[in-house]
């Protein structure tokens, strides 16, 4: 059982925190003047998807520092317990 939960364990995490894509303004200026309106609403909806993503990594940050102190903590105990005895031939 403890080999499965290491197995487990070793998989690729998903990714929690996906950027907002920035919208598009290197185009020629009459696209940007005809479609300003909709290009402006583009940024404002990014604007709010950047914030809603720094917060993602805010809380990703500390659900790491948290495993990390977690892990710390297991590796202290680990080291701790004294090494088992072998019997010499």
């Known amino acids: 059982m403890f080999l499965v939960i290491t197995a487990t364990a070793a998989q690729p995490e998903v990714i ?12 020629p200026k009459a696209v940007l003047a005809e479609y300003r309106a909709e ?12 914030s809603t993503h720094i917060a993602c990594l805010d809380e990703e940050r500390t659900r790491a520092l948290t495993e990390a102190r977690d892990a710390a903590d297991a590796y202290a ?3 701790n317990i ?3 005895q072998k019997d010499l031939p």
């Open 16 to 27: 929690r925190c996906l950027p907002p894509q920035v919208p598009v303004t290197d185009l």
């Open 82 to 84: 004294p090494p088992a």
């Open 77 to 79: 105990t680990f080291l």
């Open 39 to 50: 290009i402006g609403a583009e940024f404002e909806s990014y604007f709010t998807a950047i």
